[in-house]
């Protein structure tokens, strides 16, 4: 049973940093793309950032240049980290991953970012 846990999330202020994981278990992350996605309440779920299995990562409009994503195949595990962040980054954050017809997501992580 493939199963993917997030991990990190928190309150943080305005201009803060956090570092969210996602471990898989299951399978083998190293031939899944992985993803972050966030829903803000009201709001749909959004793309925040994927990283594809040789590497190549693609972000959010919205967080570029504060928020990287990287895997460590070794550990099964897919990082975001976050800077500079502000209080509409607050959400639930989801992992994602994904090849061909298989689709994993996680239960979700709250990241709140307020005084």
């Known amino acids: 049973q493939v199963q993917l846990v997030e991990s990190g999330g928190g309150l943080v202020q305005p201009g803060g940093s956090l570092r969210l994981s996602c471990a898989a278990s299951?399978?083998?992350?190293?031939?899944?793309?992985m993803g972050w996605y966030r829903q803000a309440p009201g709001k749909q779920r959004e793309l925040v950032a994927i990283?594809?299995?040789?590497?190549?990562?693609n972000y959010a409009d919205s967080v570029k240049g504060r928020f990287t994503i990287s895997r460590d195949n070794a550990k099964n595990t897919v990082y975001l980290q976050m800077n500079s962040l502000k209080p509409e980054d607050t959400a639930v954050y989801y992992c994602?991953?994904?090849?061909?017809?298989?689709?994993?997501w996680g239960e979700g992580t709250l990241v709140t970012v307020s005084y």
């Open positions: 990283i594809a299995t040789g590497g190549s990562t």
């Open positions: 994602n991953a994904k090849r061909g017809p298989m689709d994993f």
């Open positions: 299951g399978i083998s992350a190293s031939i899944l793309n």
